[in-house]
């Protein structure tokens, strides 16, 4: 014999019914029993051994390789698409710097005497001395049309180096690719000087444009020149980065396939560490791709590793230990111990990548506890310090 | 990160709990997997990019979660099987868990609905439950399992059609309710 018939709204009903089942356990114990896992750190030994020894073979072959690429790879190659590029990207990087110069003003701005040549040795003519000098020379904390952004991979291609350039008055309307010298500052060719970017910070996209024979082979010249792209877009207000050929067909991106997209910084999480070129005695913070869900104080942990890159170095001394790291609003507070500083210069380092990589997690300042001395030659630690707008300042020449 | 949780807990805890019990139909796996949910949203929470509310992207990692756990049962299920001759000793394999308390309580049309659904998918069941358990809209359903909306009426009707066959299946054994 059949059962009743139910309608759809019956059944609809009797669900609606259900009983409401409660936990019965409280907040605090669910808490308890997370926390542990929480702060574990994430690293497995047997899951990442086998990733590391393909990445170090993967660089081991890059570091061969690609320096042999980059200084072979003709100039004038993709020639016939130069002006036009350099054009659209000065006029882009116009746009961007009004865009900015509205938009980035932050709290503490840079003393302009601290700018002026002469007091800052590490900004001088030679803009390769990285002194004890007056001022921090990886960071800069406000904007002026005289700056412009860049980006240049690290000599061995495993890393990407954002800077900022600072022209002269006579220089403001040269595009930055012709005062950029890599060489002299440690780093490899530039590999966007064929791209064209379009920046449209109203609609906050950009679009970069590919020579139509551009190509992009192995998955380390993938990422780099990717990672290129979109540190060289990060200073801008883009959420979009639209990536195309001349002809308008999508890129094909090494072992990626065809792109039409890629996401912006903010998207992944960057501590900073220092490059450091035997070739040159200009260093650089260099932001180094970490896991997404990395914590802050993990990223603090890991700039005191070393790396398996090479000319990149531990931004955070041995020695230093951070026993409290809490937020307070969009504050970093950090309580830091340390023994005795062997130079101002360890100090400053530490304290530019530790503001950069507080920067991208998302504060607007850092309030450093306990440091010793209070005041170093660049910054007061008896207040907060705010992140910096733009990295690895490089003044030009006379 | 403990007032993160805080703010979760005190405004979603009983909808994520909720759904997952009404899920895996186990009151202790059931808080196992909400720990689970906490620990993967709390490690992932600076990658929350705000496009979905709170809500559903904390109950779209809850479905992830059960997911996860079903293909794990399903997994054990298949090994098992390797091994036994399931004809004769299935049967000891069977889930053996009684009714929780709060359907126990229930009239037996309640207690029929709670194990008809059982004969849903785990997609329908997952739309049965947000849509008409948990009474949330098509759109947030649709966000949560990140589906078309059209996807979700479909899932929808087809989970209903399956808990209406199974409600008015003959029982065995001869007992029966009205006519």
Request: glycine share 4%; proline share 5%; net charge negative.
């Amino acid at each position: 014999m059949k059962r009743k018939s139910y309608s759809e709204d019956e059944l609809k009903e009797l669900l609606g019914n259900f009983p409401k089942m409660e936990d019965k356990h409280s907040k605090e114990d669910l808490y308890r029993s997370i926390e542990p896992e929480l702060n574990k750190r994430k690293r497995r030994i047997a899951h990442w051994i086998t990733p590391s020894m393909a990445a170090a073979a993967v660089l081991l072959i890059l570091a061969i390789v690609l320096p042999v690429f980059l200084s072979s790879h003709p100039s004038n190659e993709y020639s016939g698409s130069a002006d036009q590029e350099n054009s659209s990207t000065e006029s882009a990087n116009e746009r961007g710097q009004d865009q900015a110069k509205s938009t980035e003003q932050k709290p503490s701005e840079l003393d302009d005497s601290n700018r002026e040549e002469g007091n800052n040795p590490s900004l001088d003519k030679n803009e390769t001395e990285v002194n004890e000098g007056t001022e921090s020379p990886f960071t800069i904390q406000n904007h002026s049309p005289d700056t412009e952004s860049y980006v240049l991979p690290g000599k061995n291609g495993e890393v990407v180096v954002p800077f900022t350039v600072i022209k002269k008055a006579d220089e403001e309307n040269q595009e930055v690719a012709s005062l950029v010298k890599p060489e002299k500052w440690g780093l490899a060719e530039d590999l966007l000087k064929e791209l064209t970017f379009n920046i449209d910070e109203k609609r906050e996209q950009a679009e970069v444009i590919f020579p139509d024979n551009f190509s992009i082979n192995g998955s380390a010249y993938t990422s780099i020149i990717s990672e290129s792209i979109r540190w060289r877009l990060y200073p801008y207000n883009v959420k979009t980065i639209n990536i195309q050929t001349e002809s308008g067909s999508p890129v094909v991106l090494g072992n990626l396939g065809e792109v039409n997209t890629l996401p912006i910084i903010e998207e992944d999480r960057y501590f900073y560490q220092i490059y450091s070129s035997e070739s040159s005695e200009r260093q650089f913070l260099v932001p180094i791709k970490a896991e997404k869900e990395m914590s802050l104080e993990d990223a603090l942990n890991r700039m005191k590793e070393e790396q398996t890159y090479g000319n990149v170095v531990p931004a955070v001394p041995g020695h230093v230990t951070f026993p409290s790291v809490s937020a307070e609003g969009a504050t970093l507070v950090l309580k830091v111990e340390h023994d005795s500083w062997p130079s101002d210069q360890q100090l400053i380092r530490m304290v530019d990548a530790i503001l950069a990589t507080a920067d991208n997690f998302g504060f607007k300042d850092v309030r450093f506890h306990n440091i010793k001395p209070e005041k170093s030659s660049s910054y007061d630690f008896s207040e907060p310090i705010p992140v910096p707008t733009y990295l690895n300042p490089i003044e030009m020449n006379e | 990160m403990k007032t993160f949780f805080d703010e979760l807990y005190d405004n979603y805890h009983h909808d994520l709990f909720q759904y997952l019990i009404y899920m895996v139909k186990d009151r202790d796996l059931a808080e196992d997997l909400v720990q689970e949910v906490y620990i993967k949203v709390l490690k992932s929470y600076q990658s929350f990019d705000g496009r979905s509310t709170e809500k559903t992207w904390l109950l779209s990692i809850a479905r992830h979660v059960a997911i996860d756990y079903f293909r794990k049962q399903k997994r054990k299920r298949n090994r098992i099987m390797d091994f036994f001759d399931w004809n004769n000793k299935g049967e000891q394999l069977k889930d053996q868990s009684s009714l929780p308390d709060e359907i126990a309580v229930q009239n037996d049309e309640m207690k029929q609905v709670y194990k008809a659904l059982d004969n849903c998918t785990l997609d329908q069941r997952n739309v049965i439950i947000f849509r008409f358990i948990q009474g949330m809209s098509i759109q947030e359903t649709a966000e949560i399992l990140n589906w078309s909306e059209s996807k979700v009426k479909t899932t929808q009707h087809r989970g209903m059609k399956s808990l209406k066959e199974m409600m008015e299946k003959p029982m065995e054994g001869g007992t029966q309710r009205e006519a």
